[in-house]
């Protein structure tokens, strides 16, 4: 498989910036006639699966253009005509925007104020080139503790798109070349079911730094991710329940059939691929999750040697391959999330089935829509996900918010904004912010939580020098069980132990300054989602939990080292105290000695002095001096030893 179409400068969005081109639309197919509408208008899943790096000095493919995905600006309802079908309505040469639900784009620089846009890359998730550098890239200025992030991704429906003016000279959006991958569902009752993989973004953050405990040294912390965009379109609950599995492990499957028309030969080719036979009647069983994951291994190393640097596990998440460079410092999360936006398309619709039993005596606080959103969120899995008893309070676990239109719900697997009614033109912001705003939101908490981890690994090898402690415990005051290079040593060790722990305290200021906000000023619902996401995603516990424990270790290593400094200043006091006694013994004796040695020069002044009393005042002084030398240090002995 390869992407012959040359791809136009149309997909940078820089030269694009018109904000009202920005973002996919999802039209009703042509000659869309039927009896009644779809359980489900549409629904879009934003998969954000942790990846390894990237091999060096990679070289990006064509078809991938800066940015992130644009979002859903429009999404085009049935009406009913006069025959009492639903339709797709023409308007003939009215203004289509008026009467199609659409909203405009919210860029992340100006959704996001300072410094929040910074630490999600608000340049290169937007593709606006700073200073005539490459918009997919985006680098601090900061020269102690640099932050980078960069930002792809590879477009199969267009998300730049014209608006349908009749008025001339309205500026029209270039046509974007695209890599369709559409497939028709199998599904009863809904001839017009699609499943579409829309966008596929690979983004890269680096930093902020990590630092290595035994060199002290500051290391690169990257992450990255992989987001898989597919929508899902005019299906019944029961192809969304498959959908949402085939999106979170790959023992779980989906009927696809290869659509007539554009692309009808790579969507053949790609499911012969995954199911290693031909197809039978067009139509195959595949995971979704591994069907985008080869796509985008396919477009990432096109016409190139290399080997991927992952493997999607059974869990549904990546692990890193011994063909793959070596792994940069950084720990990786390999949990993957999901952000969902789903709107009905009829009031009508049925629980899903694995809750439908449990929800049959469900309390008045869960209604259909949040046992929907509940499902959504949890990335419900049939053996691992525990279905909540709906007659409690339970829902106050999950429940983010309610709106008079929308209710959201968010779970550790994710975040699900699910429409309470059918859609109409008005409060329709959430179909653009799920996908682009919110999944900002989802990519923060995650990288909090995976530098978070990276802090709590390092306290688990950080010692407060045990060693060090016993030499200086077990040091007399005589010095006899140590010496003093040795106890010296030891206080060196318990400085580089206190060294390292003030690294780690600065790792958590880092995290306060780049990572973690608990509030996107301005902005309440997604204050409200990011508290919430910080929740459940255990971001918050692990930060609590990370503080509270540096001001434990912190109280104890101050005693523990405070302790070790009045040992060692006592040990130290102690050995100077010997030192000046050994001095001034020394200064006696040598007092002592010449006293004696004077002796023999009185005896050889008699002759010439020809006096005795002279030589008795020398001998007297002798006597007291050596008298009053032996009594002194004899009652010094005595206070030492009493």
Not at 49 to 75: C, H, N, S, T
Not at 454 to 467: A, Y
Not at 566 to 580: C, P, S
Request: hydrophobic letters at 35%.
């Amino acid at each position: 498989m390869g992407i012959n179409d040359e791809f136009t400068e149309a997909n940078n969005a820089r030269n694009s910036n018109w904000y009202q081109i920005q973002g996919a639309e999802f039209h009703l197919p042509e000659g869309y006639v039927c009896g009644s509408q779809p359980e489900w208008r549409l629904a879009h899943f934003a998969v954000v699966l942790p990846v390894p790096e990237l091999p060096e000095a990679f070289d990006w493919p064509e078809a991938w253009v800066p940015g992130r995905f644009r979002g859903i600006k429009k999404i085009e309802f049935a009406e009913r005509d006069e025959e009492g079908d639903f339709v797709r309505q023409f308007w003939g040469n009215k203004v289509d925007y008026k009467y199609v639900p659409r909203v405009f784009h919210k860029s992340a620089g100006s959704y996001f104020r300072e410094p929040l846009a910074s630490s999600m890359g608000a340049s290169a998730v937007d593709a606006v080139p700073t200073s005539g550098g490459d918009p997919a890239e985006w680098i601090s200025d900061a020269s102690t503790n640099p932050a980078k992030v960069v930002a792809h991704r590879l477009v199969f429906e267009p998300d730049l798109t014209t608006e349908d003016y009749t008025t001339e000279g309205k500026q029209r959006a270039p046509k974007m070349e695209t890599y369709p991958l559409r497939f028709a569902l199998d599904d009863t009752g809904h001839p017009y079911a699609t499943l579409k993989f829309v966008c596929a973004e690979y983004l890269q953050y680096s930093g902020p730094c990590l630092y290595d405990l035994e060199s002290g040294e500051p290391s690169n912390f990257e992450q990255n991710f992989l987001v898989i965009h597919a929508v899902a379109e005019n299906c019944s609950g029961k192809a969304l329940e498959e959908a949402t599995a085939s999106l979170t492990k790959p023992r779980e499957k989906m009927t696809l059939i290869a659509e007539e028309g554009n692309g009808e030969a790579r969507q053949r080719e790609l499911l012969e691929e995954l199911t290693g036979s031909p197809l039978t009647n067009n139509k195959a069983s595949v995971c979704l999750l591994e069907a985008a994951v080869k796509v985008v291994e396919e477009q990432l190393f096109v016409g190139s040697e290399t080997h991927t640097p992952w493997d999607l596990n059974k869990g549904g998440y990546f692990k890193k391959t011994r063909r793959g460079t070596k792994a940069k410092r950084g720990r990786q999360s390999p949990k993957p999330y999901c952000v969902t936006m789903a709107i009905p398309g009829r009031t009508d619709i049925a629980l899903p089935t694995p809750i439908a039993d449990a929800s049959e005596e469900s309390g008045e606080n869960w209604m259909l829509h949040d046992q929907w959103a509940w499902y959504f969120a949890s990335r419900f899995d049939r053996y691992t996900t525990e279905i909540p008893y709906f007659r409690d309070g339970s829902i106050n676990r999950s429940l983010v918010s309610r709106y008079r239109d929308w209710t959201i719900h968010s779970c550790e697997e994710g975040l699900a904004v699910v429409r309470r009614a059918p859609l109409e033109n008005s409060q329709n912001n959430f179909f653009m912010l799920a996908g682009t705003r919110f999944v900002d939101l989802a990519i923060l908490a995650l990288r909090a939580v995976n530098y978070l981890g990276c802090i709590s690994e390092q306290l688990r090898q950080l010692s407060f020098g045990p060693e060090a402690l016993n030499v200086l415990e077990s040091s007399g005051s005589e010095g006899n069980a140590g010496t003093l290079e040795k106890i010296r040593g030891a206080d060196q060790k318990l400085q580089g132990s206190l060294r390292k722990f003030a690294k780690i305290q600065a790792e958590l200021v880092y995290v306060r300054d780049h990572l973690w906000y608990e509030r996107v000023p301005g902005r309440d619902v997604a204050t409200t989602i990011l508290q919430h996401m910080l929740e459940k995603t255990g971001a918050r516990g692990d930060f609590d939990d990370i503080v509270g424990e540096l001001e434990i270790r912190e109280n104890v290593y101050t005693t523990q080292y405070n302790f070790a400094r009045i040992r060692l200043d006592g040990i130290e006091a102690d050995t100077h105290k010997r030192k000046q006694e050994r001095r001034d013994e020394r200064n006696e004796l040598i007092a002592l000695a010449a006293a004696v040695l004077a002796v023999p020069s009185l005896f050889a002044l008699l002759p010439a002095v020809g006096q005795w009393w002279v030589f008795i005042v020398c001998l007297v002084a002798i006597v007291v001096i050596s008298a009053v030398t032996y009594f002194s240090r004899r009652q010094r002995r005595k206070k030492q030893s009493g």
